[in-house]
């Protein structure tokens, strides 16, 4: 109990600071856990290189026109906006590195924090998302969609 005039101790001062700040870290960081599923990175179309370069992802009928599928291993969501057209992104949500985790009605949808982006071109659909899902590298041999 503090009597009016008197200065509180310095351990309590200390303690509720570093409280204070360990809480504003905490916020600030996020949390641990959001992007562990998808945790891969993806090298950019035109960077050269993506990981696992060449190695085959799936095949041209595992991605449903509209949709998508997301290859949580190695980071990428591959997309089929129209029939025969494939596009990858990376996995990674650009608001706080949360692994994406559907595709459905359009959209690639994060978990963590409602963000969603277009099947067509990775552009952000629905916030808090600050920027469009980076292009990813892929070739399409056959019926084989492949890091390129």
Known sequence: MQVQGQVPARRTVIACVGAAGLA????????????????????PAGDGGAKGGGSVLGRTADIPQGGGKIFAKEGVVVTQPTA?????????????????????????????????????????????????????????????????
């Open 24 to 43: 504003a870290a905490l916020t600030a960081c996020g949390g641990g856990s959001d992007g562990a599923a998808g945790s891969d990175t993806v090298t």
């Open 84 to 148: 025969g057209q494939f596009k990858a992104f990376s996995a990674k949500c650009t608001h706080q590195g949360c692994a994406v985790s559907s595709v459905s009605a359009g959209t690639i949808n994060c978990p963590c924090h409602g963000s969603k982006f277009d099947v067509t071109d990775g552009s952000v659909k629905a916030g808090p998302a600050p920027s469009p899902l980076p292009a990813a590298a892929i070739s399409v041999e056959g019926d084989s969609i492949k890091l390129a």
